[in-house]
């Protein structure tokens, strides 16, 4: 389009341009949307820049010192944009900071100055949304996913669950969240009847936040990689995917399957293009380590792997501690640590 123009206005300028100018000039067109995008010649009077008593020369250093401009916040801009957001949920803040004696609470400000974008809280109802989302956002941390569990194998428990959940669904969306991770109530072994009420009440739920344009992503510990991962496969084989979604919970695929990094990458391969959503956590000699980073995972193998999917999974960081996990460091160096293994290893 400016290419256009430059030829209208050009007889404006002293009439035809040298080859120097004529290469200035096209790499000049090549950055035109970025001009309009950032506005870059909005203060540029239109009647003094293209008068006739503008030189030709003088056009042209108004408008490259303008693309030079609209480079440099291009860049800024593709760099935000490409740079991993990196959030952590509500239960690795508490096991951390409580190391220290500290509610994370108090240090939202602390979590993002050492490079956390998000928090991943656990929301239990539309009421309680609002205030915890003004919370982060007060503090320039995101919400977008909240965690929440529910009853969907009961013959009368799901009605209700869904209601409530839908609620919440439409009220997070307002607050700048896309997925509601759900951990179906734990029950050790159950029947085949309650495995399929529970996909198909899941389904139901998942349809409805998607008219909120939320998806709701299940979310598992061991309980349902036991028997055979019999509910584990049935939740993602008796659902619709549009529905439910995956949170890829790969430590707990590697620690529920006997310590296995097959199981993890089996798992990725089966359900990878399902999964909306990773929680990250590492193990040393299958004990949890004080910092995300390298251990019993192939960190670098998984990485790869989220990369080659249609989209990059929001990443929400798990690392947590539990007996024999070493204590080191307080529990901003164990986020810095942590972020920053993250960032290089899977942004």
């Not at 009647?47 to 800024?76: D, I, N, P, W």
């Not at 409805?208 to 055979?228: C, I, M, P």
């Amino acid at each position: 389009m400016l290419c256009l123009e430059l030829v209208i206005f050009l007889p404006y300028f002293g009439g035809k341009t040298t080859a120097c100018e004529n290469v200035r000039i096209g790499a000049l067109t090549q950055v035109l949307p970025l001009l309009r995008f950032f506005d870059i010649l909005v203060n540029i009077e239109c009647s003094f820049l293209f008068s006739s008593t503008m030189k030709r020369r003088q056009f042209l250093s108004v408008a490259l010192a303008a693309t030079g401009a609209a480079l440099v916040a291009e860049t800024a801009l593709t760099q935000e944009i490409r740079r991993l957001h990196i959030a952590i949920n509500q239960f690795t803040c508490n096991n951390i900071y409580s190391r220290d004696g500290v509610d994370f609470w108090t240090r939202l400000g602390e979590l993002k100055s050492v490079g956390v974008d998000g928090i991943e809280p656990t929301i239990g109802s539309a009421a309680d949304a609002e205030n915890i989302g003004k919370r982060l956002s007060d503090n320039g941390l995101a919400m977008r996913s909240i965690y929440t569990g529910g009853n969907f194998h009961g013959e009368n428990t799901a009605e209700k669950e869904i209601v409530r959940i839908l609620a919440l669904g439409e009220k997070v969306k307002s607050l700048g969240t896309s997925v509601i991770v759900i951990n179906p109530d734990a029950k050790q072994g159950k029947s085949d009847a309650e495995l399929i009420r529970q996909s198909k009440n899941l389904d139901i739920l998942g349809a409805g936040l998607q008219k909120f344009d939320v998806s709701l992503a299940f979310h598992y510990h061991t309980s349902e990689l036991e028997f055979g991962a019999r509910e584990f496969h049935h939740i993602l084989c008796g659902t619709d995917p549009k529905n439910v979604s995956l949170c890829f919970e790969q430590h707990w695929s590697y620690r529920a399957s006997g310590n296995s990094q097959v199981a993890v990458f089996d798992h990725l391969k089966l359900y990878g293009e399902r999964s909306v959503e990773v929680h990250l956590r590492q193990s040393i000699k299958n004990v949890w380590s004080e910092t995300f980073g390298d251990g019993d995972i192939d960190n670098v193998r998984l990485a790869a792997g989220l990369k080659k999917l249609p989209k990059m999974p929001h990443v929400v960081l798990e690392q947590a501690a539990e007996g024999g996990t070493p204590k080191t460091m307080t529990a901003v160096d164990v986020f810095r640590q942590s972020v920053e293994y993250t960032r290089k290893v899977f942004g």
